[in-house]
């Protein structure tokens, strides 16, 4: 028979421990009982003793288990539970606290946030600070004017570390405010803690200058931390005022034709300035060809400073009247327009506005007459020094078809003067024909010397014929420093102006002008290149040169003298220069030297040096180039530029006689 495994049979899904055996002499227990082990219908077949063995060992292990799970699940009183009515519940502690704690953590945060929110929709709105910038929309250029910026807390929450920022447009000057800016440009307020319901307001007055027309644009912001608020916060206000015309008038009136060389003037009239304030000027302008003889009151650095009168103060309106008079030099141009206008300068005297202007337009015709006038060979301005000559041609010719009849030609002359002593040397005068000269003290610093010369002295202006010239050529020498102190001049322009006065056809006096000249008198540097010849040590020739340097007229400023050496040459500088640095670039064998300040209680700077030449070359003539000498006149401000004469390469001496 073969052997077969046993088979187990299917028991309950849920099995009850069996009851524990009982023990002989133990009493039985009342109650419910666990029902026993339901026998199986089918008993596992056993085959031979080894089976039977085993099945003894399973029995008895189940015995085993069912009495410790009685010991377990027995009441006290000895009766056993319903099995089939216990509910099993499991417990995780960790668990449970974990997921407490983290509901409470969401509910606390939740909680915060929303306080969170409603504090700031609550304390923080978009209008919670009211900002305005308030100001004109209209305003006359230079018109004192008012800008108020107001600030209000409209919440119970305090604003901390507030500021003010004010940015005025360009043109704008300051002139109060109704609280002291922290910063010198009048544009920053530190205004603190904005207290709840709190206001305030800062005032801005000045005056607006700029161009009539435009507009004025402002802007404002304020910076602020509201109570338990990290960040800081920005609010901005603007405004915008445009500019109309200038209270103040000006007005400009003259011929509407002049004649080339006739005198012709112009008035300018200006009123309603009082009010404008800050430093007001008129400047008048004209064309090239027009030249200015005298100005009313006089002008200085081509503008009239307008001084507010001390009854400037009243309602009535001012008006002052300014004059200039001259004459047209040609009529190249068909018509001219000289112009006056009024200019506002800033107080920092960087930046000047034009508040009103005003403009007429003379038509300019031809003359039968021409008369020109030329010095040391130009008809423009030049700049000449103390004791040099003037050379002066004054030249008239009729260009018409009729006859000029007395005629009379003058040369005005206006240079500056000490104790009524001019800087022309007029006892030193040289004038063929011997004109009548008369002075005339003009101011304390301007003597004016006038020649005229008549048909007496020359003949030809008695009848001037068509196409005929009369000319007149004199000299006159300025005055050196040797007897003149020019030093203690108060200006240093020499003014020249011809003119004719002559009859026309109809028995009328008429005057003919020249275009003016100008002449600046600056320093009298003056250089000289001292040289002597001699053999060295070593028989080679060396050349001693001494420059000098002399000035005594006006200070000088950024003296430079420099020049070029030629040949194979050996420099040294035998001793130090009495004033200034100088510097020799062997390679391009240039000398330079500088002298920063020249004063006139210096009048002589030297610098010697020497020269060896090396190897003769036969083919080279000149040993040092021209030198260059430049400067600035400390007070007219010129620039001074001239050339020396070069030193030539000199035939050494012979050597001497033993």
Not at 33 to 43: D, E, F, G, W
Not at 288 to 295: D, I, K, P, R, V
Not at 427 to 437: E, K, N, R, V, W
């Amino acid at each position: 028979m073969p052997e077969t495994t046993p088979k187990r049979h299917s028991t309950p899904r849920a099995r009850l421990p069996a009851s524990p055996k009982r023990q002989r002499g133990e009493p039985m227990r009342q109650g419910k009982t666990t029902p026993a082990r339901p026998k199986s219908t089918n008993p596992l077949p056993v085959d031979g003793e080894e089976e039977r063995s085993i099945l003894s060992t399973t029995a008895e292990t189940s015995a085993n288990i069912s009495r410790e799970l009685t010991n377990i699940y027995q009441e006290p009183d000895g009766t056993l539970p319903d099995m089939k009515n216990i509910t099993v519940k499991k417990s995780r502690p960790l668990l449970n606290f974990l997921i407490g704690l983290l509901v409470l953590g969401v509910l606390s945060a939740g909680l915060i946030w929303a306080k969170f929110l409603w504090w700031t929709s609550s304390a923080i709105t978009t209008d919670a600070l009211n900002f305005s910038l308030t100001g004109p929309s209209k305003i006359a250029v230079g018109a004192t004017t008012t800008y108020t910026i107001s600030y209000i807390n409209t919440e119970k929450v305090s604003l901390h570390n507030a500021t003010l920022n004010v940015y005025a447009p360009d043109g704008f000057v300051f002139l109060a405010s109704s609280a002291p800016a922290e910063n010198a440009g009048h544009n920053e307020w530190r205004l603190g803690t904005i207290p709840p319901y709190g206001r305030g307001a800062i005032s801005i007055t000045g005056r607006p200058y700029g161009d009539a027309g435009s507009a004025f644009s402002w802007r404002a912001f304020i910076h602020y931390q509201p109570e338990k608020f990290n960040s800081t916060l920005e609010q901005v206000a603007s405004t915008i005022t445009n500019l109309t015309a200038s209270e103040a008038l000006l007005s400009l009136t003259g011929p509407a034709v002049a004649t080339v060389g006739s005198p012709v003037s112009y008035s300018i009239k200006v009123k309603n300035f009082q009010n404008i304030g800050g430093r007001l000027a008129i400047k008048p302008s004209w064309p090239g060809n027009f030249n200015l003889t005298s100005s009313s009151p006089a002008l200085v650095n081509g503008a009239w400073a307008l001084l507010t009168p001390p009854e400037a103060t009243t309602t009535a309106p001012l008006e002052m009247t300014y004059k200039i008079t001259g004459a047209f030099t040609s009529a190249s141009e068909v018509s001219s327009t000289p112009l006056a206008a009024a200019l506002y300068t800033n107080l920092d005297n960087k930046s000047s506005y034009r508040l009103a202007e005003s403009a007429v337009t003379t038509a300019v015709e031809n003359n039968d007459l021409s008369i020109s006038l030329a010095i040391n060979g130009t008809t423009k301005d030049f700049d000449s020094k103390p004791g040099e000559m003037l050379t002066i041609t004054l030249q008239v010719k009729n260009n018409s078809a009729r006859d000029i009849k007395n005629a009379a030609l003058k040369l005005v002359l206006d240079a500056p003067s000490l104790k009524k002593q001019s800087l022309l040397d007029w006892a030193a005068i040289s004038d063929p024909l011997d004109g009548t000269i008369i002075g005339e003290q003009r101011s304390d610093s301007i003597r004016r010397g006038t020649i005229v010369w008549t048909s007496k002295q020359l003949p030809a202006l008695a009848r001037l014929k068509p196409g005929a010239a009369a000319i007149v050529d004199l000299r006159l020498p300025i005055k050196s420093t040797a007897n003149f102190d020019v030093t203690a001049l108060g200006t240093s322009t020499i003014s020249a102006l011809g003119s004719l006065v002559f009859t026309d056809t109809t028995g009328a006096n008429q005057s003919l002008s020249s275009a003016p000249i100008g002449i600046t008198c600056s320093s009298d540097l003056a250089f000289e290149s001292q040289v002597t010849t001699a053999k060295n040590d070593q028989d080679k020739t060396q050349f001693n040169v001494n420059w000098l340097i002399t000035n005594s007229a006006h200070e000088l400023q950024d003296v430079v003298v420099s020049a070029s050496l030629f040949g194979d040459i050996t420099f040294a500088e035998t001793a130090s220069s009495s004033l200034g640095s100088v510097v020799f670039n062997q390679p391009d064998k240039n000398l330079l030297w500088t002298i920063p300040k020249l004063p006139t209680s210096l009048e002589l700077a030297t610098l010697p040096f020497s020269v060896v030449i090396n190897k003769r070359n036969p083919s080279q003539t000149i040993l040092i180039s021209k030198v260059h000498i430049t400067a600035k006149d400390a007070v007219t401000g010129k620039k001074l530029d001239f050339l020396s004469e070069e030193l030539p390469l000199a035939t050494p001496p012979p050597a001497a006689t033993p």
